[in-house]
């Protein structure tokens, strides 16, 4: 089992920037991919970024050259650094770790991002 925990959401006005985090606990080992997805109100939730144990990373193409992904060398926190954000990005952003053995996605419970125009 994994157990994801999320922090660093709030509000901001746009442009502005935030820095999510997520810190994984448990089987830990198992993990490969970890990363953000975000759901807004009345919309399905969609990937944000992953990073691959080896340090891939994914990105949608509405945060390219505005969101970084980053792991840490534990394996075990990644965050999101949020930049110049467009009330667009306003949602509910959940953590997600990737066990390929276990074959499980598990999910934090979010952490809420509100952006102001």
């Known amino acids: 089992q994994v157990q994801l925990v999320e922090s660093g959401g709030g509000s901001v006005q746009a442009g502005g920037s935030l820095r999510l985090s997520c810190t994984a606990s448990g089987s830990i080992f198992s993990i490969n991919t970890m990363g953000w997805y975000r759901q807004a109100p009345g919309k399905q939730r969609e990937l944000v970024a992953t990073?691959?144990?080896?340090?891939?990373?994914n990105y949608a193409d509405s945060v390219k050259g505005r969101f970084t992904i980053l792991r840490d060398n534990a394996k075990t926190t990644v965050y999101l650094q949020m930049n110049s954000l467009k009330p667009e990005d306003a949602a509910d952003y959940y953590c997600?770790?990737?066990?390929?053995?276990?074959?499980?996605?598990?999910w934090g419970l979010g952490t809420q991002v509100t952006v102001s125009s």
């Open positions: 990073v691959t144990r080896d340090g891939a990373t």
């Open positions: 997600n770790a990737h066990s390929p053995s276990s074959r499980t996605y598990y």
